[in-house]
């Protein structure tokens, strides 16, 4: 039968690769000390659509239950955490999540993520300790060829401020600088009636590359406190990024939220070989209020399935093949206990011998089985 759209199988190389992503990222979040959680695949939809998340209902998986209320699939890691340790005492800081989230809105219906959250820390911790894992794990996972992408959403918040949009032209201004789409800004930025902030966006849509862009518009925002300000933030993390050995960091100073609850530091990860991004994530501090908490949130998710397809296949172990029956199956099994590294494949009928290393059989000699090589 056919799939719906976004569904796929998997077979072979792809699951091996994805269940050993997801082992290593257990080692070494464990060895960090982050306490791993688990939410329901299964939530209200309101946990992710109300006023603060503010995530669109349209791309979720969603039906009603019997009572009423609207159910979904779990779409968002990030604001499914928050609910559920909101109630938490705040010593309880790091935390790490392996699952899949379901989009209408994605090419795959189906992605399947692990990623961490640090809640309650010092800010410039929770950031730094974020990226150093995203580090460590690509290493761990032998992915080596990426580039860091550091941006923050205070910079068009602050530009756009002293300007009156209403929020659909708000939210269309997002969208375009988001997809760096210059003629769409000015056109809606010049039929709001805000033309002079035509130009700094504009500008800023290019505002991107190597870590001279933050001298640049150091410079240029020389006047402006509040912008230096997140300048001299985001170099501190490119300053930490490079002292551990990181070399390819890039700056995008245009870079805008792409969900509601993001309102800080962004970062994302690129593989250098097709740019397919490896992981996201950032600053949420107001996702809390929602628990009438102030406090300190930032995380990041990586693509799971994105790094089981850069993965290098694992060497495979030397297969072997005995040749048994059903009345020596038993005996067959017993030899294969014995071989803790090979992989061992009991058969009642060798059909392809090419695809073994070895091959054994069961034979009886003076009225006793043994294990020979054939």
Not at 154 to 182: Q, V, W, Y
Not at 189 to 205: C, D, F, Q, Y
């Amino acid at each position: 039968m056919f799939l719906p759209a976004g569904s796929q199988d998997e077979t072979g190389i792809q699951i091996s690769n994805r269940l050993r992503a997801s082992e290593i990222f257990r080692r070494v979040t464990q060895k960090r000390d982050f306490q791993q959680i688990s939410t329901p695949v299964v939530e209200y939809a309101h946990t992710f659509t109300n006023e603060v998340a503010g995530m669109d209902l349209h791309s979720m998986l969603k039906w009603f239950n019997g009572e009423g209320e609207i159910e979904v699939l779990r779409p968002d890691w990030t604001a499914a955490i928050a609910r559920a340790i909101a109630g938490q005492h705040p010593s309880k800081q790091k935390w790490s999540y392996q699952g899949s989230v379901f989009r209408f809105d994605k090419e795959d219906t189906e992605n399947r993520q692990a990623g961490i959250e640090i809640v309650h820390a010092d800010r410039f911790f929770g950031e730094a300790e974020s990226l150093l894992t995203a580090v460590t794990y690509l290493n761990n996972i032998n992915i080596h060829s990426y580039v860091i992408e550091l941006g923050h959403t205070g910079i068009f918040d602050a530009l756009i401020a002293p300007f009156t949009f209403n929020k659909d032209d708000e939210e269309e201004l997002l969208k375009a600088m988001h997809d760096k789409r210059s003629d769409l800004v000015e056109e809606i930025v010049g039929k709001s009636g805000n033309s002079e902030l035509v130009k700094p966006l504009l500008a800023l849509i290019d505002a991107y590359g190597s870590r001279d862009i933050i001298d640049q518009y150091r410079k240029r925002w020389a006047d402006r406190e509040d912008l230096t300000e997140i300048l001299t933030h985001i170099e501190k993390l490119i300053d930490l990024l490079e002292a551990s050995g990181v070399t390819e960091v890039i700056v995008d100073l245009g870079r805008v939220k792409n969900l509601p609850y993001y309102d800080g530091i962004m970062f994302r990860g690129f593989l250098t070989n097709d740019g397919s991004t490896c992981f996201s994530g950032g600053r949420y501090d107001r996702l809390y209020q929602q628990f009438e908490q102030t406090t300190s949130a930032v995380g990041l998710a990586f693509d799971v399935d994105e790094l089981a397809k850069h993965m290098e296949p694992e060497q495979e172990p030397e297969k072997i093949c005995i040749i048994a029956s059903p009345e020596t199956h038993a005996i067959a099994e017993k030899f294969r206990m014995e071989m803790e590294e090979q992989v061992v494949d009991i058969q009642y009928e060798l059909k392809n011998q090419t695809t073994y290393h070895q091959i054994f059989q069961v034979v009886e000699e003076n009225s006793q089985y043994k294990v020979v090589e054939k």
